[in-house]
């Protein structure tokens, strides 16, 4: 909403209005699921889980950057804008990825173990 509207002081206000809605979403990654986790006691899911949601909420946290000198103060060009969001959405979602399923093993899968690693 905040992207597409021309009045200034209601651009600002459904900025700010997102940040309000990111903040409980951070809070949750970085307390209350982390406490989900240590109520299980085991070290290597608790390691798993902090590296993860670390890298989330720093990832996270550049997107209101990016848009605040982007769309809020004019500073960078839509191209910058759009590498930028591209660059963050590979990293968050592409390291993310890779930690979870490299861990595999420390996650507790299910069923016989095959140390077989093949894939379709």
């Known amino acids: 909403m905040a992207s597409v509207s021309v009045v200034t002081t209601v651009k600002w206000f459904w900025f700010l209005f997102g940040i309000g809605m990111f903040m409980p979403v951070v809070y949750?990654?970085?307390?209350?699921?982390?406490?989900?986790v240590i109520v299980r006691k085991d070290p290597e899911v608790l390691e798993l889980y902090g590296k993860v949601a670390w890298l989330t909420i720093i990832i996270w946290c550049f997107y209101p950057i990016v848009w605040l000198f982007s769309e809020g103060f004019a500073s960078f060009s839509v191209?910058?804008?759009?590498?930028?969001?591209?660059?963050?959405?590979?990293?968050?979602?592409?390291?993310?990825?890779?930690?979870?399923?490299?861990a595999h093993e420390s996650l507790g899968a299910s069923g016989p173990v095959s140390h077989s690693r093949e894939y379709v």
């Open 79 to 102: 191209s910058f804008e759009t590498v930028a969001l591209m660059i963050m959405d590979v990293v968050a979602k592409c390291a993310f990825c890779f930690m979870i399923t490299s």
């Open 28 to 36: 949750s990654i970085a307390r209350t699921f982390r406490e989900t």
